[in-house]
């Protein structure tokens, strides 16, 4: 690791594919044109589904003001620690269910609390350390969550992994936000950095019962789609909310299994499932 986290440095271009990615054969990002609209869900739960699928799935949390992922995968108060190769993420229990593995800096900030305002350069730096000095080793999939909007984030991001061949993007909406110029921007975003747009995705779409488990539309839906063939993009589905989610979030540090194994057991995780295979389906190179 170069310095100490957070520094503000010099940020010298990436000059090809960072060493730590080179064993990672898909990388995904995940963006929403707002905040809110789920998209720290959506990652969780399409690695959640591909971890099911059998594959090894590493997340990497670069929401550096708002970090959710630890409270996601039930992973508060734990720490990265570093070895010879790099910071070494932290394992989330899959009992033999594929694997995973996460990076915030939700698991440096301790108990400086679980946000920080920094300015562009520093936030460049962290995201810098965070795709050169991680030993994420072999993984199928490697999804990047990033801060709501088109922040610096995310020019640093599109920057470091301009060499390193992602799949896409997936973009996050809700039946609410769709008609807002959010989205759009992210979807202009993507097409201005050359990021692939692997599809969108309706979540908040409909309501599920928890007592009959039937979906209601609460607010109206399509928007999502209608955004999708407004820009020549794939649909990948709708999200419904499901309160069980939150409780599964909510409950699974006391659960006898797995959140891996209780969220292959969800009603949201066929949903999800299809989603997934209509990401896989569009068979983009593995890059090793
Ligand atoms: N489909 C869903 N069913 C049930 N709850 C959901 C669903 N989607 C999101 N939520 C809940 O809504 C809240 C906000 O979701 P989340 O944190 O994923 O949004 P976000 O877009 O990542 O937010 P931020 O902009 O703060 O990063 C969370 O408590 C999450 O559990
Ligand atoms: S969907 Fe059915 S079970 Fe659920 S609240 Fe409505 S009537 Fe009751």
Not at 16 to 21: C, D, F, I, R, V
Not at 43 to 50: D, K, V
């Amino acid at each position: 690791m170069s310095g100490e986290f957070g520094e503000e440095e010099q940020i010298e271009e990436q000059e090809g594919p960072a060493p730590s990615l080179a064993q990672i054969k898909h990388i995904i990002l995940i963006l929403s044109g707002k905040g809110g609209v789920g998209k720290s869900s959506v990652t969780t739960q399409a690695a959640l589904t591909l971890c099911n699928m059998g594959y090894k799935v590493g997340v990497l949390d670069i929401d550096l003001t708002g970090p959710s992922l630890p409270r996601m995968f039930g992973l508060e108060n734990r720490s990265i620690y570093q070895a010879a190769e790099g910071w070494l993420p932290v394992p989330v229990e899959t009992n033999g269910v594929g694997s995973l593995s996460v990076i915030s800096l939700g698991f440096l900030l301790g108990d400086r609390g679980n946000s920080v305002v920094w300015r562009g350069p520093k936030k460049t730096a962290m995201i810098k350390q965070f795709i050169k000095d991680v030993a994420w080793g072999q993984l199928d999939y490697l999804l990047i969550d990033t801060p709501p909007g088109t922040s610096d984030e995310h020019i640093s991001i599109a920057e470091q992994l301009r060499f390193s061949e992602p799949d896409g993007a997936i973009v996050v909406t809700t039946p609410q936000s769709v008609a807002t110029a959010d989205v759009k921007k992210e979807l202009n975003f993507c097409k201005k950095v050359a990021l692939h747009i692997l599809g969108v995705v309706e979540n908040m779409s409909g309501f599920i019962c928890p007592h009959c488990e039937e979906c209601t539309n609460i607010f109206s839906s399509g928007g999502g789609l209608k955004l999708a063939e407004e820009f020549n993009v794939p649909y990948l589905g709708n999200v419904p909310i499901d309160p069980k989610f939150v409780e599964l979030i909510e409950n699974q540090t006391t659960a006898d299994e797995s959140l891996v194994e209780s969220y292959g057991k969800s009603t949201l995780c066929p949903i999800f499932k299809d989603i997934m295979d209509k990401v896989l389906a569009q068979n983009r190179p593995a890059r090793c």
